[in-house]
């Protein structure tokens, strides 16, 4: 199972994932209230499949240059760091899709590659003989890191389509 050991798995996954996002988010936003819970808006509200772009665009840069740092430094704990908070990100389509009672952009996606993402994650920390503080304090930063610039793209996303709209 050579291929399970490869550091670009993580990307080639998200990007996978994210064109489903960025095929049908915008149709569905049209059609659908994005809103899930008081204060919380599925997509970052965005319904500009330009906008929407540069934030998978973001993401998928920082999937690389992660993947890109774990081979250069033989570190498979930081990817599967990464891939904690990106199974977290593909359940809650799940949960989107449940609490909407149908589909959520993302939902097609997310089933097909919860079960291959966690066989990616057993087999490389199968290879990682590291401390649990190492593992701790890794996963701990990889997730904040993750929220953050979660929090951060949809927020800047939203701020450039308000500047959008408002220049028309």
Known sequence: MEIWNSY?????????????????VPHWL?????????????FGGVDSSDILSFGIWEEFLIYLILSSLAYV???PLLIIAA???????????????????GYV????????E?????????????STLYPLWEWSTVVIFMFIFFLGNLKIIHWLM??????LIFEK
């Open 158 to 163: 939203f701020k450039i389509e308000s500047k």
């Open 83 to 101: 891939i904690l908070p990106y199974i977290f990100h593909l359940i809650m389509h799940i949960v989107f899709s449940l609490i909407k009672k």
């Open 8 to 24: 670009w798995i993580l990307p080639l996954l998200f990007m996978f994932h994210d064109f489903e996002e960025q095929v049908f």
């Open 73 to 75: 430094i033989n570190y």
């Open 30 to 42: 049209h059609k659908n209230n994005p809103k899930i819970i008081k204060g919380f808006t599925l």
């Open 105 to 112: 952009p993302g939902i097609v996606t997310s089933i097909i």
């Open 114 to 126: 919860i079960p291959l993402t966690i066989i990616y994650l057993i087999v490389l920390s199968q």
